[in-house]
């Protein structure tokens, strides 16, 4: 069964800094995708950044510039570098990968939570 496992989350002030992963069965590479999505409270899932074999990364409005999505092919991982962080960016966040398989699928979440 291909497993994602994230890391990285927890409590963090606004204005600090975060940095989530991703671990991908070695299986899955190379990546045709990568993503990290978000669902905050009360809220829809929302993308929050996406990586592609053939393009620049892809942000969520007002994300960019924050937020910085990148894949380690080396280690298996993909990451999410979250910098400036605001309540807002509150909840939980999920990895997503489309694998050489050109399957999709999701890991279980972990959580970030940005103090005022």
């Known amino acids: 069964q291909v497993r994602l496992v994230e890391s990285g989350g927890g409590l963090v002030q606004t204005g600090g800094s975060l940095t989530l992963s991703c671990a991908v069965p070695g299986s899955l590479f190379p990546l045709t995708a990568a993503e990290w999505n978000r669902q905050s409270p009360g809220n829809q899932r929302e993308l929050v950044a996406k990586s592609t074999s053939d393009g620049p990364p892809v942000y969520g409005d007002s994300l960019k510039g924050r937020f910085t999505i990148s894949v380690d092919n080396a280690k298996n991982v993909v990451y999410l570098k979250m910098t400036s962080v605001k309540p807002e960016d509150t909840g939980v966040y999920y990895c997503?990968?489309?694998?050489?398989?050109?399957?999709?699928?999701w890991g279980q979440g972990t959580l970030v939570n940005v103090s005022s």
């Open positions: 997503a990968v489309y694998g050489s398989d050109r399957r999709y699928y």
